[in-house]
């Protein structure tokens, strides 16, 4: 679709990124090849996959992915995307191409457990640094960065705690510091529907396509947006040589299939939450409940700033000891005990033992995450099943 930036969201997310196909179908086909022909060995040469001679090889580019990268660049107002495996694999591979030994990330301390793994216990190896700060407070953020910081980091809402954190205000303190510095937003949690963290100053999105990018719990993905260059050298350097983590082309499929309706299931999920963060506030078996929506949640007015609506996660800490919890948790019988977050189903886990094992009991506490956390990602079922089957569980 030519010209496409002044359309609407909902136009977006259906048509960008689509090539008038030569067969009249009117989907992107599934090319399900690893490979590409050349017309002779003299013009395989050295070409890369988009250049004139076309592609070669689904690592370095398919036109399966290359539809959805158009159309997670154009959803998140980028220059480029470039498609990966998995979360992790985009975030791994920005990571291992702007990093050399010797630099340092700054992070904030609340991140999905995996990414805090790599900066925390794996990259030390490779001679780069992470240190962890609570980004609420920018003074923290000031005293952190140095001439060694390349990249800063965080999500928000954060996962698990929905902790938010000022993009624009944090995008802003760090490019005074040092332009060079890229600042990465993790922005699976939110989807581009609610929020663009590059509109707010951020260079580089990153996501888990996993959640409500692809939104029906049937593919591992990820994305990488930014500028042109950025995106060049994250396929040319690293997916090619140092990840290898290219999307397979039917997963491509499925996500440019799921986001043509992440609009509405963002704003269904967003209804479920609120709907179901209401009621568990107002229950007595419930302590605390992190819920962004709420006017009395740290970072509510940032999340209103920079946010279309709230969100579909909700974290709770009940009034009962971890195994009291976990035996009404495991009474559930429509919401479903799983990892991951942002499928049709309603999921709920304690991140403590699923997702964010790999911080220990110091690292949980300093990143603020009770042990016995659940958290729930309210799905697309009728708001009064989800929330009757929390009422059957616990105790009043
Ligand atoms: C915020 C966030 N970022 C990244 C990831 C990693 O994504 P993936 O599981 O697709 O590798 C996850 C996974 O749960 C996540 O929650």
């Not at 500028?227 to 990840?243: F, M, P, Q, S, Y």
Request: glycine share 8%; net charge negative.
């Amino acid at each position: 679709m030519k010209n496409e930036h002044h359309r609407g969201f909902a136009t977006r997310q259906i048509h960008a990124g689509k090539e008038k196909n030569p067969k009249g179908a009117l989907s992107t086909p599934i090319y399900q090849t690893s490979t590409f022909e050349f017309d002779s060995v003299a013009h395989g040469g050295a070409c890369f996959a988009g250049e004139e001679h076309g592609y070669i090889y689904t690592r370095l580019g398919n036109p399966s992915l290359e539809a959805v990268e158009k159309k997670v660049a154009s959803l998140e107002g980028g220059h480029a995307a470039l498609a990966a495996a998995s979360g992790m694999g985009a975030i791994s591979t920005v990571l291992w191409t702007l990093l050399s030994s010797g630099d340092e990330v700054v992070a904030d301390e609340t991140l999905y457990g995996c990414t805090f793994s790599l900066l925390a216990h794996q990259f030390g190896r490779f001679g780069i640094t992470a240190t962890f700060h609570d980004f609420t407070n920018p003074d923290n953020l000031n005293a952190a960065l140095s001439e060694k910081t390349k990249i800063v980091y965080f999500e928000t809402p954060c996962n698990p705690t929905l902790k938010i954190v000022d993009i624009k205000a944090i995008a802003d303190a760090v490019h005074t510091y040092n332009p060079e510095i890229k600042v990465i937003v993790d922005n699976t949690f939110s989807s581009p529907y609610l929020q663009t963290p590059l509109a707010l100053g951020a260079d580089i999105v990153v996501h888990s396509a996993t959640k409500y990018l692809n939104g029906h719990g049937d593919v591992i993905g990820g994305f990488i947006v930014g500028d042109e260059n950025l995106i060049e050298c994250c396929r040319e350097i690293g997916v090619k040589d140092l990840t290898g983590a290219a999307l397979s082309p039917f997963n491509a499929f499925l996500i440019e299939r799921g986001l043509k309706t992440l609009d509405i299931r963002m704003e269904k999920h967003c209804s479920n939450a609120e709907k179901l963060a209401g009621y568990l506030r107002g229950h007595p078996a419930v302590t605390r409940i992190y819920y962004p929506g709420f006017e009395d949640f740290p970072g509510h007015e940032i999340a209103k700033k920079q946010m279309r609506r709230f969100g579909g996660m909700i974290a709770v800490e009940f009034a009962m000891s971890r195994e009291e919890t976990a035996a009404a948790i495991n009474n559930l019988e429509l919401c479903t005990i799983a990892v991951s977050l942002g499928d049709a189903e309603t999921l709920v886990e304690q991140p403590a033992t699923m997702t964010h094992s790999a911080y220990n009991a110091d690292e949980l506490k300093a990143a603020g995450i009770p042990e016995s956390l659940v958290r729930i990602s309210v799905g697309l079922e009728d708001a009064e099943d989800i929330i009757a089957d929390f009422d059957r569980v616990l105790p009043t």
